[in-house]
């Protein structure tokens, strides 16, 4: 079932009035260089990511509505930073570091853990996954109105392992990693239609094609096991018998990674526009991997979808990809100047919400996310080369979440599907394996909104997750 913005015509209406509120809409600063060496210094501190991640979350949250207090105490996990809301004291957040054993090794998930009391109903327990290059503080926009507006929740916003505050330990492969192959697009240079455009695999060999399917599908099986299995570890940690599993983008594959291997988990899974849903020339279950030319489709349910390959990536981007090579270390790379840079990032990237007009509090706001960002960067992590593995140099999958139609249906409970309608991910993609998946599943499309929805509009966005919820 496709649910676009004319499902939610008089909200996003009333939300999206762009003219009537542009000029009272804050001027926007990115830092300056002294706070980005004020940045830089302070991230050579001990725990400055958890020190940023909670600064956001306060400021988030409001510092006038929200006060710290000491911690609770907590058998499973280590608490380091509680807050109270001081005139609802039934609402706590908690920033804490739950125990994991993988590999026979001990870690830890990090999470922010934020409850509502206030209603005596059976609580619902919503668990939030975050994409690449993110961290769970990238739902900063929605905490504050899944806490304050849903009585008797449980939202646990965790960073994956591997990344942000996670412990990240190496990742065992069973198999060698086999590079993919170059997809060599050959489009007439006077008339670059489609149509008329050839793309060839550069495997020599059917057995060189055959190896590469087969090594590819061992290393993105152990890769998915290191995701779901530490979340298993972590919901077992935390004795949850079941929950609403959001995921974004990465974290969108991954939760359904998971819900595919404990489908008795899964209460609602809600993919903000996750990354690996269509089909293309690398998948491993093609059964033209070695073939001659081929004519490219614009289906994304087909294995001749042309999607990036050759459109729009430069070469370099994708040579650097498909070698593993940990893009975020260019940001390392530029030391106290990164977080400038990143602030120009934070600014261009991510959509100021229509309803925010004070200036200061804005840029603010734009300063504590920038400071979190590059604490997120500035330590190499796992997951910079494991997706790598997961998706080839066009960012589409290896193995694409297109083939898993018979996992979805296992699930038996709601599916739903969020894209913004600037997205940069495949909509149709999302929206042709929703309609295969059945009446479980169902898409929707969050107006003024790109790849990050939930940050765009986050108006928007909460009111429709509010609408999933109850």
């Given at each position: ?281 690398l998948s491993i279950h093609n059964p033209n991997l070695f073939s001659e030319a081929r004519v ?91 997706i790598t593995k997961i998706l080839s140099g066009s960012i589409m999958a290896k193995w694409p ?47 003024l909104a790109g790849h990050n929805l939930h940050m765009d509009n986050p108006d928007l966005f ?9």
């Open positions: 079932m496709s649910v676009d913005t004319s499902t939610t015509a008089t909200v996003g209406t009333q939300l999206s009035e762009k003219a009537a509120l542009e000029a009272t809409k804050p001027e926007r600063r990115s830092i300056t260089f002294w706070d980005s060496q004020k940045i830089w210094v302070n991230s050579w501190k001990k725990d400055s990511l958890l020190a940023s991640q909670n600064e956001l979350l306060h400021e988030t949250l409001g510092r006038g509505e929200y006060a710290t207090v000491d911690a609770s105490p907590n058998p499973t996990a280590t608490v380091n930073f509680q807050l109270q809301n001081i005139s609802r004291p039934g609402i706590t957040v908690q920033s804490q570091t739950v125990p994991i054993t993988l590999y026979n090794k001990p870690g830890y998930i990090n999470e922010v853990y934020l409850e509502n009391q206030t209603d005596l109903n059976a609580a619902t327990n919503v668990v939030m996954l975050h994409g690449y290059g993110a961290g769970l503080g990238h739902y900063h926009r929605n905490f504050k109105n899944l806490v304050e507006n849903n009585g008797n929740i449980k939202v646990h916003a965790l960073d994956l392992l591997g990344c942000g505050g996670s412990s990240s330990p190496a990742i065992q492969l069973s198999t060698k990693y086999v590079y993919p192959p170059s997809v060599e697009v050959t489009i007439p240079k006077l008339e670059s239609v489609l149509d008329q455009a050839t793309f060839r695999l550069g495997f020599e060999t059917p057995e060189k094609a055959q190896r590469y399917a087969e090594g590819t599908k061992a290393v993105v099986s152990d890769i998915e096991n290191y995701y779901v299995e530490s979340l298993e570890l972590w919901r077992k940690q935390q004795k949850l018998e079941s929950f609403v599993l959001f995921g974004h983008s990465y974290g969108g594959y991954m939760a359904s990674c998971y819900a595919h291997k404990y489908p008795n988990r899964i209460e609602k899974l809600v993919l903000l526009s996750p990354v690996g849903v269509e089909r293309n020339a490219p489709l614009a289906d994304p349910t087909s294995y001749d979808y042309i999607g990036r390959f050759g459109n729009g990536l430069p070469s370099w981007f994708v040579s650097a990809w498909n070698c593993n090579f940990a893009l975020l270390g260019v940001i390392r790379s530029l030391s106290v100047a990164a977080p400038k840079v990143l602030s120009l990032y934070t600014l261009n990237r991510f959509r100021q919400p229509d309803s925010v007009t004070d200036s200061d509090a804005y840029n603010r706001l734009l300063g504590y996310l920038t400071q979190y960002c590059y604490n997120l960067y500035k330590s190499r992590s796992t997951s910079e080369t494991a979440l297109m083939d898993r139609v018979e996992q979805y249906r296992a699930i038996k409970k709601p599916i739903y599907w969020f894209y913004g309608t600037d997205d940069w991910m495949n909509r149709e993609a999302g929206a042709s394996l929703s309609s295969k998946i059945g009446k479980n599943s169902e898409v929707y499309t969050v107006d909460n009111k429709i997750v509010n609408r999933i919820l109850k």
